[in-house]
């Protein structure tokens, strides 16, 4: 019993070491460009609210998708993270999972 509690101690220590060494190797690796930027490089970070609308709706366009019904014309469906949510839903729904 004492053998086992020793063994498990040196382990323990071990970890704890190894952990301390991981964050001092990883601390010195830390690139260059992670250090906050500079007020030269600061200015070039700067975005207008027009920049932004425009990524805004570059990004929903991409992520919606419109399908051509005939007779019903055009219809456009939610992102593929919510229409996989909902696709699950009607199935566990169907299935008399969920009420």
């Known amino acids: 019993m004492k053998m086992t509690t020793r ?3 040196n382990l323990a ?3 704890l070491v190894g952990c301390l ?3 001092v ?3 010195l690796a830390m690139p260059s460009w992670f250090a906050p930027a500079i007020p030269a490089q600061a200015s070039r970070l700067v975005h207008t609210m027009k920049e932004h609308a425009q990524a805004m709706s570059m990004a929903v366009e ?3 998708r419109r399908i051509s019904v005939p007779f019903l014309g055009t219809l456009e469906l939610p992102p593929s ?3 996989a949510f909902l696709g699950g839903v ?3 729904g169907v299935m008399g ?3």
Request: charged share 10%; net charge negative.
């Open 7 to 9: 063994v498990a101690g």
């Open 21 to 23: 060494v991981w964050s």
């Open 25 to 27: 190797v990883v601390q």
């Open 97 to 99: 999972v969920v009420d």
């Open 62 to 64: 991409k992520s919606s």
């Open 90 to 92: 009607v199935t566990l």
């Open 81 to 83: 993270d919510q229409l």
């Open 13 to 15: 220590g071990a970890g």
